[in-house]
């Protein structure tokens, strides 16, 4: 391949990873994506549309993989939660307006999996990078009608439930940095002015790791568990920061050595955490761990 095939696929590349990042919840399965995406373009005769077509072949490989990522997950070992991708130098792609941040958090990729595939490709396709209906028909094979009508169906099943994304990132920061203090010198009372009174707590440990294995829910017992959490013997010499994960301030923890241990993101509404989510599964966090190095 020329060196423009090259630097027009490398600067589509970004991009690409955040659309195949939404489709699978996997930053590994979305670098394994792109990577045969960029297989095929090295193979194809010179197109007119490099962005058009790169676009095409990403989402029709994450289509193939969804089927099968969906019978992963119906045997996975307690609650499934996406990788946590470190966002703040841009490795998703773009990330700024409120629809992209928002079609990346945690909160709604957890709903995509609601999704049929064909519902999801249609939904990131429209809500995260503004395809129209049009070029998404054309993308996926389908009739424009029935793109909307998939759209339609998406956005009942992920908008109804969904709570109103916290635009005001300053303040989440701030809500991310008081949860850090309070978990770090064990205040509870200033741990229960943060949390909503039915927020819920997901963990997700892959079977690998100890974590809970059914959400846990309501202030009183989320508190409880994080308690616990801060009574394990490697909480006594962990370290925290507030880092962007997932478009949105969350939590990182370290153990002793620098490696680390979780990352939390947390929901935010209405000024008190709604949902918090914990990743511990060493496999989930080692390719955020990467992008530290």
Not at 10 to 15: D, I, T, V, Y
Not at 38 to 46: F, H
Not at 98 to 106: D, F, I, L, T, Y
Not at 122 to 147: D, M, Q, Y
Request: glycine share 10%.
């Amino acid at each position: 391949m020329e060196s423009g095939g090259v630097e027009a696929f490398e600067g589509q590349r970004p991009r690409l990873l955040g659309l195949a990042y939404r489709m699978l919840g996997s930053a590994a399965e979305a670098e394994d994506v792109v990577q045969e995406a960029y297989l095929r373009w090295s193979r194809a005769r010179p197109v007119g549309d490099p962005a058009a077509w790169l676009t095409r072949v990403v989402t029709n490989l994450c289509l193939n993989q969804l089927t099968s990522a969906r019978v992963r997950r119906e045997r996975y070992v307690g609650p499934w939660l996406p990788e946590p991708v470190l966002t703040g130098g841009g490795a998703l792609g773009p990330l700024e307006t409120v629809e992209q941040r928002e079609s990346v958090s945690m909160g709604v990729l957890v709903l995509l999996e609601r999704l049929t595939p064909v519902e999801r490709a249609v939904f990131v396709l429209r809500e995260a990078f503004g395809h129209p209906h049009a070029e998404i028909a054309a993308i996926l094979g389908i009739e424009e009608t029935h793109s909307r009508q998939l759209h339609h169906r998406a956005r009942t099943h992920v908008g109804e439930p969904r709570k109103r994304f916290d635009g005001d990132r300053e303040h989440h920061r701030r809500i991310v940095r008081g949860f850090l203090a309070a978990a770090r010198t064990g205040d509870v009372a200033a741990l229960e002015r943060l949390l909503a009174d039915d927020v819920v707590a997901w963990a997700d440990g892959g079977g690998t790791t100890t974590a809970a294995r059914r959400p846990v829910r309501g202030r009183a017992d989320v508190l409880r568990y994080l308690g616990g959490l801060s009574r394990r013997p490697e909480a006594a010499v962990a370290t925290g920061e507030v880092v962007e994960a997932n478009g949105e301030p969350a939590a990182l923890f370290r153990d002793a050595a620098g490696g680390i241990l979780a990352v939390v993101a947390m929901e935010v509404t209405d000024g008190r955490v709604a949902a918090v989510r914990t990743i511990v599964n060493p496999a989930k966090l080692a390719y955020a761990a990467a992008q530290l190095m």
